[in-house]
C-alpha cells in the first residue's frame, strides 16, 4: 500500500524530454497514478562492463535504491544505454518484485538501432509499455499467462509489440489493491 502513490521518472544521461513526458502521461492515463520527472542523473559508467561492453542493470538498480528520492514512492530510470542481467543477453528493463526502483532503456527498442535513437510513435510506445510493465512489478506483479495483458513476458520486439498497454482484469484488481484500492484507483489524475 502507498501513501502518495507518486512516480518519480528521471532521466539517467541525454534522455530526450519528450520520452520522460511519454512515460509519465502513461503512467497517469493507463495506471492512474501521478507521475512527475525528476532532475537527470549521470550516465551510469560505474555499471559498465568492459567484456560485454553493456551496463550491469542489477548494479544500476542497487545504486539507485540506495540514493533518497524524496516525496516520490516508486522510481522508474530511463537509460540509452544496452542493459544486461548475467542469464541474459540483454533486457528492455528490469525491476524487482516490489523494490522501489525500475529501469527501462530505449537502446533495444527503437526501429532502426543507431547512436541516437529515433522517436517514433513505435518507439515511444515501447518504451511507455516497458516501464509500466517494470512499474507492475514493483507493486507485486507477476508475469500473467493472460495474453493480452501488459504483464504478459516479452522477449523480442515483436512479443512486446503484441502487448497491449493495459493490465487484463485479473492483474488490474491485483494493481488496485496494491495501489490503495478502488477509491484512489477512480480518482481523477
Ligand atoms: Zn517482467
Ligand atoms: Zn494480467
Do not use: W
Not at 35 to 54: F, H, M, S
Request: contains cysteine; charged residues 20%; aromatic residues 6%.
Amino acid at each position: 500500500m502507498t501513501r502518495s502513490g507518486c512516480i518519480g521518472v528521471v532521466p539517467i544521461g541525454a534522455i530526450p524530454h519528450v520520452v520522460t513526458q511519454v512515460i509519465a502521461a502513461h503512467i497517469t492515463g493507463y495506471l492512474n497514478l501521478k507521475a512527475t520527472v525528476l532532475k537527470p542523473l549521470r550516465n551510469p559508467l560505474y555499471a559498465l562492463d568492459e567484456r560485454r561492453l553493456q551496463f550491469d542493470a542489477g548494479t544500476i538498480l542497487e545504486t539507485l535504491e540506495s540514493r533518497p528520492f524524496e516525496r516520490v514512492d516508486k522510481i522508474i530510470g530511463v537509460l540509452n544505454v544496452d542493459l544486461f542481467l548475467p542469464i541474459f543477453t540483454h533486457v528492455f528493463g528490469e525491476a524487482r518484485q516490489h523494490g522501489r526502483v525500475a529501469l527501462v532503456s530505449l537502446a533495444r527498442l527503437a526501429e532502426e538501432p543507431s547512436e541516437k535513437p529515433q522517436l517514433s510513435p513505435t518507439t515511444l510506445e515501447r518504451v511507455a509499455k516497458v516501464a509500466l510493465h517494470e512499474l507492475g512489478h514493483l507493486y507485486g506483479l507477476t508475469h500473467c499467462e493472460n495474453d493480452p495483458c501488459l504483464m504478459h513476458f516479452s522477449g523480442s520486439l515483436e512479443e512486446l509489440d503484441r502487448t497491449p498497454l493495459n493490465l487484463c482484469r485479473y492483474c488490474t484488481r491485483y494493481f488496485r489493491d496494491e495501489t490503495g484500492g478502488p477509491d484512489h484507483f477512480s480518482e481523477a489524475p
